[in-house]
């Protein structure tokens, strides 16, 4: 008998165990996957492997609270922040050139500037310089004195010899009442007598015209000093002038002096005007505590206001 040949063989064998062909392939596949997850895994480049590990890491429940787990925990705010990729600045990368703007655009650009600057409001406003030239002249009671006035305060200050000015002086009578006119220079003792400071024997050395106008009913004109009250007044001080009744100024003794109106009468305050007082005119030094307070008044009187 001829042995058998081996496509005979191979007929039978593949006959008697049709799955060896099938076992044969599927190994092939499975070591080829396998050689594929080896290469994977051994690859730490891989994007997909780590993105699959992170999802089992983030689903798997944490239980240790090692310094991994805290990282892997921390908030997006606590992780580190990558550095921003830097922008390269060569020095050699060419230049874009300037390009002049126009007169126009140059015009608009700060045009649009100045409306977008934030507006200081703590900033104080330029001083107004459009004033008068007279409001901005200095006070000139600051002026320095001339010499002519250091001289007269340095003589009034000084006690003065006294003696008669004025050695005569006649007056005329004038309605109503018949009274004599008088004004404030006919009573100055300073100008009559050359008396300064005024004294408490000034009526002693006055000459004979001024000391007969004692008791004599007069007229003369001057300004009333703020009293009290508006209206009603039984009396008032009478002032040379209004720079002494509203200014402040020292006045003489014999600038400022009391009227006492008559019984039944009152006068209402006049506010910087001059007007006539008729009265009857008295020279009597009162002292006080050693300093002369007044050294005329007038009583009986009458306001005549025109």
């Known amino acids: 008998m001829q042995p058998p040949d081996h496509q005979e063989i191979d007929h039978v064998q593949a006959h008697l165990n049709p799955t060896r062909p099938f076992i044969f392939t599927f190994t092939l596949f499975v070591l080829s996957s396998l050689a594929l997850f080896v290469s994977g895994c051994s690859s730490s480049e891989s994007t997909d492997y780590r993105q699959f590990s992170e999802k089992i890491d983030h689903d798997r429940p944490q239980t240790d609270t090692g310094p991994d787990t805290a990282a892997a925990d921390a908030t997006p705010e606590q992780k580190p922040v990558e550095p921003a990729p830097q922008v390269e600045t060569s020095s050699t990368a060419p230049a874009k050139p300037e390009v002049t703007a126009s007169p126009s655009e140059q015009t608009a650009t700060e045009t649009a500037k100045a409306d977008s600057a934030p507006q200081n409001t703590s900033e104080k406003p330029p001083a ?118 509203c200014f402040g100024k020292n006045p003489k003794i014999y600038d400022l002096f009391p009227v006492i109106m008559r019984e039944g009468v009152t006068a209402d305050y006049i506010l910087n005007r001059p007007f006539d007082v008729v009265g009857v005119f008295h020279i009597n030094a009162e002292s006080f505590d050693g300093e002369l307070e007044r050294i005329y008044t007038i009583d009986d009187a009458i306001v005549i206001d025109k």
């Open 128 to 245: 107004d310089t459009s004033l008068p030239v007279v409001a901005q002249r200095p006070d000139p009671k600051l002026r320095a004195m001339t010499k002519e006035e250091v001289t007269q305060e340095k003589s009034a200050s000084e006690p003065r010899e006294v003696k008669i000015l004025v050695k005569d002086r006649s007056f005329r009578r004038t309605s109503p009442e018949n009274a004599l006119l008088v004004n404030y220079d006919d009573i100055d003792l300073l100008k009559v007598m050359n008396m300064e400071p005024v004294t408490p024997e000034a009526p002693e050395l006055m000459p004979e015209w001024l000391k007969n106008l004692d008791g004599k009913r007069i007229r003369i004109r001057g300004f009333m000093y703020p009293p009290f009250q508006q209206t009603g007044n039984e009396y008032f001080l009478l002032a040379r002038d209004n720079q002494i009744c």
